[in-house]
């Protein structure tokens, strides 16, 4: 999971890891608090249990543990609550609502930033990175018909069992319906989608089109399962490509696999 990892989710990972000194100093500034005291407050119980989450909740983030979100949720919690009681008993501030505001805005901020970050990229942002199917990377050319029946021809370049990342130059609609048609290693699939995240800029990731499918038939079903079974044979011994293969490049390396009579170590399933 950790390619999933953003630049922000390291930022905030290395800011909790460093945790005790930041928060006792941001709070000490903002809060107005004693330098005397901050040393009581950096040896008392329900700090150290705030670092201790702090640390952990930072250690999942940098390693993208499932578990990572729910355990930053409860730091955010009870850093709110250890704000909370410096303020109410430590903060000699003249504007305690205020500053107490700002820490709760604060707080919210960081929360709602590093939430968007968990969401899978190029496709289905809607969705956190663990919940995700597989998506297996290759380039190979689609048939795109729109509901007015305009044709567009684009390119793939991550499909899983539920969807793909289109690359298109051409600007859609979110939500909109499509119909799909490729084909890849002898297998044509057909399928109707939806557009459900637009990639408007080229900065970060290619402009395309993230399209969830709908309602597959068992044939075409069985199709797509077969194309992702080879894409897995393949991905399971170069999962450290960065780049595209085309169709003959993954062929290519498909036959080298199976003239070698390696194990890929991935599940039978029978296609008759």
Same mark, same amino acid.
């Given at each position: ?99 107490? =505001? @700002? &820490?709760?805005?604060?707080?919210? /901020? !960081?929360?709602?930033?590093?939430? #968007? ?5 190029? $496709? ?90 709908? =309602? @597959? &038939?068992?044939?075409?079903?069985? /199709? !797509?399962?077969?194309?992702?079974? #080879? ?5 399971? $011994? ?35």
């Amino acid at each position: 999971m950790k390619q999933y990892r953003t630049k922000i989710l390291k930022s905030v990972a290395i800011l909790l890891f460093s945790f005790p000194l930041v928060y006792i100093t941001w709070a000490a500034a903002l809060f107005d608090i004693p330098i005397n005291t901050c040393f009581k407050i950096l040896l008392s119980p329900t700090f150290f249990i705030v670092s201790i989450s702090a640390l952990f909740s930072g250690y999942g983030l940098w390693e993208m543990r499932r578990w990572s979100w729910y355990l930053f949720l409860m730091t955010q919690f009870l850093i709110l609550y250890e704000s909370t009681s410096l303020i109410l008993y430590f903060s000699e501030s003249h504007h305690k609502l205020l500053v107490y =505001l @700002i &820490s709760i805005f604060t707080i919210g /901020l !960081l929360t709602y930033r590093v939430s #968007k970050d968990i969401r899978v990229p190029y $496709f289905f942002p809607k969705i956190r990175w663990w919940e995700s199917n597989p998506r297996y990377r290759f380039s190979i050319p689609v048939t795109l018909t729109r509901k007015s029946g305009e044709i567009q021809v684009a390119e793939i370049l991550d499909l899983s069992m539920t969807g793909c990342f289109v690359k298109l130059r051409n600007d859609l609609i979110q939500d909109e319906n499509l119909s799909l048609k490729f084909r890849a290693f002898g297998y044509e699939i057909q399928s109707h989608g939806t557009a459900v995240w637009l990639a408007q800029t080229a900065v970060t990731h290619p402009k395309g089109i993230g399209i969830k499918f709908g =309602l @597959i &038939s068992k044939s075409q079903k069985r /199709l !797509l399962r077969a194309l992702c079974r #080879k894409l897995r044979k393949i991905s399971s $011994f170069y999962k450290r490509s960065r780049y595209l293969m085309s169709q003959e490049e993954f062929l290519k390396k498909l036959e080298e696999i199976e003239l070698q009579g390696i194990d890929p170590k991935v599940n039978s399933y029978n296609y008759k």
